[in-house]
């Protein structure tokens, strides 16, 4: 259900694919090299665009989505049924992932043909495409659903993780080398799973001459996926209470009250 009433919303499908074309436009404006490397920039910023589409997908559309239905009702109303919000957890997990794989496809295939850009080298940059988009939902996704338990109203929750993606984008190397950013920038960048989303999809999308242009000199893929896993661990421990919490607090008082404000709203800006 979740899956038809995204086919058959235009403007949301649309939303994807605006990403996928400004991906393709950036990796089409790049024309030189990474430093150091004869690698094109264009593969490096495709790789690195394709770590924040997954990013996004999890850390900005599912926090959203689930403020706009808790405002809307649809939490209460499945809290009176039986298996209702684990089977609404499910069906949004599952929506997210498909979602992101998709638009990752979408992006990938759409380079390949469009503007050369990378594909996996061999099995190998096959398995490492697959287990670090993996990882790198499971990090992020649960963070999204937490972030989306305690954001207070949809007209807010944009504004709030809009700009601290922004700023992670630009400074996790996801669109130009890590490097020619100040060290203390490349340091805070560490802790944040986007940095090491980008660094192994880079790893699975690129020669090996472009680990000349890495902090470390290498893909470092057992720091990836430690740092993922470590924010998977630290995304679910923080989910599951925070949405406990959200939906025991979800009331027809409630509910009415935050329909009334919004309407009062809407009356003053009219």
Do not use: C
Not at 190 to 214: C, H, I, N, Y
């Amino acid at each position: 259900m979740e899956l038809g009433h995204l086919l058959h919303n235009p403007k949301e499908m649309s939303g994807h694919l605006i990403n996928v074309v400004v991906a393709l436009a950036l990796g089409g404006f790049v024309s030189r090299t990474v430093p150091g490397t004869q690698v094109p920039m264009t593969h490096l910023t495709i790789a690195g665009f394709a770590a924040y589409l997954l990013f996004q997908v999890g850390l900005l559309n599912l926090p959203q989505i689930l403020v706009t239905e808790r405002e809307e009702g649809a939490l209460l109303r499945l809290r009176a049924t039986p298996g209702g919000i684990p089977a609404y957890l499910v069906a949004k997990s599952v929506l997210v992932v498909v979602v992101a794989l998709g638009t990752l496809a979408v992006l990938l295939g759409s380079a390949a043909l469009l503007v050369d850009g990378p594909l996996p080298h061999g099995p190998g940059g096959w398995l490492t495409l697959l287990w670090v988009t993996a990882l790198g939902l499971l990090a992020v996704v649960p963070l999204g659903a937490a972030i989306g338990a305690v954001l207070p109203n949809p007209r807010e929750a944009l504004a709030l993780i809009m700009l601290p993606s922004m700023a992670l984008l630009i400074t996790s190397g996801a669109v130009f080398p890590i490097t020619s950013l100040p060290v203390v920038v490349q340091k805070v960048a560490t802790v944040f799973p986007l940095k090491w989303m980008a660094q192994g999809l880079r790893s699975a999308l690129l020669p090996d001459a472009a680990r000349a242009a890495e902090p470390a000199g290498s893909w470092e893929l057992p720091t990836v996926a430690l740092v993922l896993t470590a924010w998977a661990v630290i995304g679910f421990l923080l989910a599951v209470p925070l949405l406990r919490r959200a939906t025991r607090r979800e009331s027809g008082s409630r509910l009415t009250e935050r329909h009334r404000k919004a309407e009062q709203n809407g009356a003053g800006a009219a």
